[in-house]
Structures are given as structure tokens and as C-alpha cells.
């Protein structure tokens, strides 16, 4: 599966922003998804994922209440509606998908298929 992030910007902390990821094959709904996100100088980090069959969601203590994982599947996309954001959630964001994972979903490296990221900017 190929990944397609987008909807990244600079915004004032406070603002709201709505994170995209398009992917593409005909087997969209059996991947489940989720967001990292890499700051300058530190690692990759997991913010959230969707899972590909009940739907379940979890996110990063940092980022639960303000941040919000949902799918459409007819349209193959997956988004992060991100709110009340902070200066500290600047960073690169990144989609990224594996089949019919249930498991260590906050593990980068459980995860085959990633976005080329997307610029978030949040200034004070």
C-alpha cells in the first residue's frame, strides 16, 4: 500500500488542524493505521492508531482529548483531527499502515508502509 500524508501547516497554538492520509490498493479497510510524529533531534513517536477491523483507537498520553483518529474507508483515507494544539506538538507528522495488526501498535517498527510526512507548526 502506498501512503499519501497532507494537510500540515503553521498554525497558533490554541488551533486546530486536520491531518490526511490517502492510501491507495483495493484492501484499504484489512490495514490499520496510525500517526507518528519525529520532532527536531528527537525519535519517531506514536501518537495514535486505528485499528482495521472494530475500529478501536488509542493515543499517546500526550495527545489524548486534543487529537482524534477516524477512517473512511470508501475513501481509503485515514485523518488526525488535531485541537488545542501546543507548541510542543511541532513536528513532522507521519501516516503509516500494517495488515491486520492488532498488536504493539505503538511500535514503529510494526509497521511496514509509511507517508512521506507532513509539517506541523504550532507557534506561541
Known amino acids: 500500500v502506498q501512503l499519501q500524508a497532507s494537510g500540515g501547516g503553521l498554525v497558533q497554538a490554541g488551533g486546530s488542524l486536520r491531518l490526511s492520509c490517502a492510501g491507495s490498493?483495493?484492501?484499504?479497510?484489512?490495514?490499520?493505521m496510525a500517526w507518528f510524529r519525529q520532532a527536531p533531534g528527537q525519535e519517531r513517536e506514536f501518537v495514535g492508531a486505528?485499528?482495521?477491523?472494530?475500529?478501536?483507537?488509542g493515543y499517546a498520553d500526550a495527545v489524548k482529548g486534543r487529537f482524534t483518529i477516524s477512517r473512511d474507508n470508501d475513501k481509503n483515507t485515514v485523518y488526525l483531527q488535531m485541537n488545542s494544539l501546543k507548541p510542543e506538538d511541532t513536528a513532522v507528522y507521519y501516516c503509516?499502515?500494517?495488515?491486520?495488526?492488532?498488536?504493539?501498535?505503538?511500535?514503529?517498527?510494526?509497521?511496514?508502509?509509511w507517508g512521506q510526512g507532513t509539517q506541523v507548526t504550532v507557534s506561541s
Open positions: 503509516a499502515a500494517a495488515q491486520y495488526a492488532r498488536n504493539g501498535l505503538k511500535d514503529a517498527e510494526r509497521y511496514p508502509y
Open positions: 490498493g483495493r484492501i484499504f479497510n484489512s490495514y490499520t
Open positions: 486505528i485499528t482495521w477491523t472494530d475500529r478501536w483507537t
